[in-house]
């Protein structure tokens, strides 16, 4: 069974990078390029993985990650994001987030993460 994974970032050639490689790992995938357009598409109870980048124009990933709690969906999220900032890993784990990795994200620590989720 394979698992879905979300992605939500505005550099398209982060979304296209990621799904590759994940897809090369039989993922299911689905990127978007704002938040809005995830809300707008997803269902808060479809099943998967939350991969999301943190600075975006509109919602940011931390606004995201409050409304997907506050959605009621138990979807893990991961969050990416070129921030170099210690506290930021620490903010993420703290708001309830599986993983918090850098950019550029090393592929087999993601697929790691993602599959310890699913376990």
């Not at 390029?33 to 931390?62: E, K, R, Y």
């Not at 620490?90 to 697929?111: C, E, I, M, S, W």
Request: hydrophobic share 45%.
């Amino acid at each position: 069974m394979s698992v879905n994974v979300f992605i939500i970032d505005d550099d398209e050639s982060v979304c296209r990078a990621l799904k590759a490689l994940l897809m090369t790992y039989d993922f299911e995938v689905r990127t978007f390029n704002s938040a809005q357009n995830f809300f707008d598409t997803v269902a808060h109870d479809d099943p998967g993985c939350l991969l999301l980048d943190i600075h975006m124009p509109g919602l940011d990933g931390w606004e995201v990650q409050k409304r997907v709690l506050a959605s009621g969906s138990d979807r893990p999220v991961i969050f990416i994001s070129a921030e170099k900032k210690d506290d930021a890993t620490d903010r993420a784990l703290k708001a309830g987030a599986v993983g918090f990795l850098q950019k550029p994200v090393n592929g087999q620590t993601l697929v790691d993460l993602i599959n310890g989720i699913k376990d």
